[in-house]
């Protein structure tokens, strides 16, 4: 599919918004529902295309699942020994968090699966699940020496493990979780700063024994899931497009309801906050087991700040949509310590420097990072999406303090995560 988007500048930005429900959250809801006992109803899933390969993952393996007029899916768990051998291979798309949960959860399994996905999601790294659970006594094979999907899973019996992660990444945290729903002791995961933590809260709104310690977290066997009703805030890296767009225009003033705020997720407001940008959280509360707020967002004058460290697993898919907001900032925007860019949907880093050079913007890479001069405003011009959902949405926020219209190649990506991002832009621009 070769979509493509010509976006205008905006004079104005005003109004009113809720973004969909949280990404992380839902693919998390279909997988610990389905190994619950009993019904699971889930409020706010989100309908995008990552969502459903789980979705359909789930019920190849024979889990029952009824997508509900209002959009709630309403899910018959088969309880952790319930699910039976998929009939064909399991196509996980472009969502690198089905493949590697996933991967976790069927080593565990007492029959054989085999995962793929698309072009994308078969380049990226499968090691850095595949060798923890290796250790655990799982058996799985993969393209590339095991690094690649289509990736082979013989499920069989597993060892609980202690795992010091050299990465903070809450996929290879939660696939070690979920494979130790199944092993014959505790298993621990260690990382070096804490990624999102949507799988231990769930697991433990579930019922399982999970054990979050500094530095890392244990979860104990053999549990009773119970199914239980979620409600899905709306996801902050869907509202974070919205909150530069909000900060980048003159005047703006945006209303974002119902967005996710865990604070192993929230780091693009503390990062756009140090920027000077103006984000106020209203009505703070609590769903399922996850904070909550309103943001009010306005129209403000950003400067640049050094960007690294324990911050950045807490904003890591946010980093296209900030680098847009730096363009805009006064002086120098440096981002550091964000290797893990380079190995997402597509090189994020390499992508975002490309394509904001061919607009225009001041921006350079490095190994783990970007340095970025603050402009006054971006020339405009076509550019790519590279595939990846977030590249695509960030390229139409800055298009909105461009100069000229900005015309982006392959948009259809943005189904990935966010179906309405198009209508929703077009709602608030007055
Ligand atoms: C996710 C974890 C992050 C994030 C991804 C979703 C999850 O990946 O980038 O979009 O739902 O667990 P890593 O764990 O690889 O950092």
Not at 7 to 30: F, Q
Not at 83 to 109: F, K
Not at 316 to 343: H, M, N, Q, W, Y
Not at 403 to 427: G, H, K, Q, Y
Request: charged content about 20%; some cysteine; proline content about 5%.
């Amino acid at each position: 599919m070769n979509e493509t988007r010509t976006v205008v500048p905006a004079r104005s930005l005003h109004g009113e918004i809720t973004v969909p429900g949280d990404k992380s959250i839902s693919h998390r809801s279909i997988m610990l529902g389905s190994l619950a006992q009993g019904t699971t109803r889930v409020h706010g899933f989100l309908h995008g295309e990552d969502n459903h390969a789980t979705l359909k993952a789930f019920r190849a393996m024979g889990v029952t699942i009824e997508e509900l007029a209002d959009g709630d899916l309403r899910i018959e768990g088969k309880g952790l020994h319930g699910l039976t051998e998929p009939g064909d291979v399991i196509d996980c798309g472009n969502s690198g968090t089905t493949i590697r949960l996933m991967t976790g959860l069927l080593a565990g399994q007492t029959f054989f699966s085999v995962l793929t996905g698309d072009r994308y999601l078969r380049k990226r790294p499968m090691k850095r699940v595949l060798n923890p659970l290796s250790t655990m006594g799982a058996q799985i094979w993969g393209r590339g020496g095991g690094d690649l999907a289509p990736l082979a899973i013989l499920g069989g019996p597993l060892k609980g493990t202690e795992y010091n992660s050299p990465i903070s990444s809450a996929q290879v945290k939660s696939a070690l979780l979920l494979a130790g729903l199944y092993a014959d002791g505790p298993t621990t995961v260690r990382e070096p700063h804490l990624s999102r933590d949507h799988s231990e809260r769930m697991l433990r709104y579930f019922g399982a024994d999970v054990r979050p310690f500094a530095g890392g977290v244990t979860v104990f066997p053999q549990p009773k899931l119970e199914g239980r009703e979620v409600c899905v805030p709306g996801d902050i890296s869907s509202a974070a497009f919205f909150m530069v767009a909000a900060l980048i225009v003159p005047g703006a003033e945006l209303l974002i309801r119902n967005v996710g705020v865990n604070p192993t997720r929230s780091g693009v407001i503390d990062i756009l906050q140090a920027m000077g940008g103006s984000i106020e959280l209203l009505n703070s509360r609590e769903l399922s087991g996850e904070p909550v707020a309103d943001l009010l967002v306005h129209g403000s004058r950003l400067k640049g700040i050094e960007i690294g460290g324990a911050v950045v697993p807490r904003a890591i898919d946010e980093f296209p949509v900030i680098s847009v907001a730096a363009c805009f900032a006064e002086g120098t925007t440096t981002i550091r310590d964000a290797k893990e860019l380079r190995v997402k949907e597509t090189d994020r880093i390499a992508a975002m420097v490309e394509e904001l050079t061919t607009l225009g913007g001041r921006v350079e890479a490095c190994e783990d990072g970007m340095v970025i001069g603050g402009v006054e405003s971006l020339t405009g011009g076509t550019v790519k999406s590279h595939g990846d959902h977030r590249i695509a949405m960030s390229l139409a926020i800055a298009a909105l303090r461009a100069r000229n219209e900005v015309t982006i190649v392959d948009t259809a990506c943005t189904a990935t995560s966010f179906p309405d991002f198009w209508p929703l832009l077009a709602a608030i621009r007055v």
